[in-house]
């Protein structure tokens, strides 16, 4: 395998890129969180996995992360970080923020606030947030979730389901003129109803509020149909993804958290990006990112983290990531990963790992779990349609 960034010139032994650098939740947006894995928990100081901070490798300089172009003239950095202090991210050298509209005005506000303080250009940042696809009963079923708390309570909180409505209600908390990424974050359990509101996401695009678009939780299939019927190819692909938290054969798996999906968006020219980047539990499977042995082996043999190692892995495949942290020194080690180059033999070693630690649901499971639930007709949905307008 060749490395995406083994082309990238060395400066004082650490690889640079030659290109532009660029609160409180509801116990709705909670159980959101929770059942996506949407942003991963710092789970280096709390949560799913304790990480000492002595593991941390924080000797090395820190730079800035390299660019990916996802769209004619846009770059988005490979490290992002999601639900955490942006303030924080950015003062240790971070560029990419993410977040959306479901984690609530007051996350919204805090990346917002993070942006201004930072003194920084706005060109220098780049902010994605990401806006629901309603009705999506089945969807949220399948997420334990009602599509009444789901669709209805966003449209309760926030006044409507008017995609344009909610973008710029985004933008309005943010204190942003525009986003550089404007995701969908789910699809609707009709394609018809996901179109739709994609092509409301097309007409931001040409309002200049958004200068890129994608979607969220899409797998290959979906991908494929949503590409040949829209204008603006979408730029990104954010799915759950990791070492161990990924399908590398089999069916597809319904959030695109699979090989069959990554290669879906490398053949369409789709920018992936991993969210639950550290997570073993992103398919409800067993394993532990940061103390598997093998990880460690390989983390000690280049001097590094668990973590490092497994970002490295992401982001050596042309992934970008969107990450967490708590602490500072977690951040500047999350942007130290150009300075190492994973080998063949221990990029094939990790890619293997997630076969011994999967137990989630895929694709072929799907159908029969939507029907250990209340069945939802088409007319089901013409109602929740007609509710939700």
Known sequence: MQSFLASLPQVNGSSTAQASLRGSWSTFERALHDAHSEVTWDSRTDGCVQHSMAEQSTSQAVSLAPTVEISP?????????????HTTWIGTGGRGL????????????????AVRASGLPRSSLFVTTKVPCCPAPQWAKFNNITDKAMCSSIKSKYGSLNTTAQVEHDLQTLGLDYVDLLLLHWPCDRFEDTLKTYQALEALVAAGKARAIGVSNFDASLIDQLVAAVKVKPAVNQCGYSLMGHYPHGPEDVWGRDDATVAMCKKHNVTYEAYSPLGGWALGGTGSVLKDPTVLSIAAAHNKSSAQVALRWLVQQGIVVVTSSNEAAYDQADLALWDFQLTDAEMATLAALSLSHQRGIGWKDFPNAWRQTETITTADLDKAQTDDE
């Open 73 to 85: 003239g846009v770059h988005m950095p490979l490290v992002n970080l999601g639900i955490s202090n």
């Open 98 to 113: 993410d977040t959306a509209l479901v984690y609530g005005d007051d996350a919204q506000a805090e990346t917002g606030r």
